[in-house]
């Protein structure tokens, strides 16, 4: 990895040291029909994406103040995880390794 270099995405976000050219290696070189810990970790994400509607769905339609702050807890939950996920995907993309914290 080059730590001199500068990236800038496209919404002007800057990041330092990252090597375009890198790719991980528990990623395979050329995609195949196999399913890797990326796309494991990517249909993870999309399915907590779609819970997350859901349960803001279901906390604007309850009438019941009790049940409605244990599906707020429920879906504060759930962010939680797909942050978490979020961030390992992140981390697997640009150093190879997943972080869990």
């Known amino acids: 990895m080059n730590n001199q270099s500068v990236i800038t995405s496209k919404n002007e976000v800057q990041q330092i040291g990252i090597n375009k050219a890198y790719t991980s290696p528990q990623l395979p070189q050329n995609k195949d029909a196999t399913i890797n810990v990326r796309d494991r970790?990517?249909?993870?994400?999309?399915?907590?994406?779609?819970?997350?509607?859901?349960?803001?769905?279901?906390?604007?339609?309850i009438i019941d103040d009790d049940l409605r702050n244990v599906?707020?807890?429920?879906?504060?939950?759930?962010?939680?995880?797909?942050?978490?996920?979020?961030?390992?995907?992140s981390n697997l993309i640009l150093y190879g390794e997943i972080f869990l914290q």
């Open 71 to 89: 599906v707020i807890n429920n879906r504060n939950n759930i962010q939680g995880l797909q942050v978490k996920l979020f961030i390992c995907l």
């Open 41 to 61: 970790a990517n249909d993870i994400l999309e399915t907590e994406k779609h819970n997350l509607v859901s349960y803001q769905i279901g906390i604007n339609e």
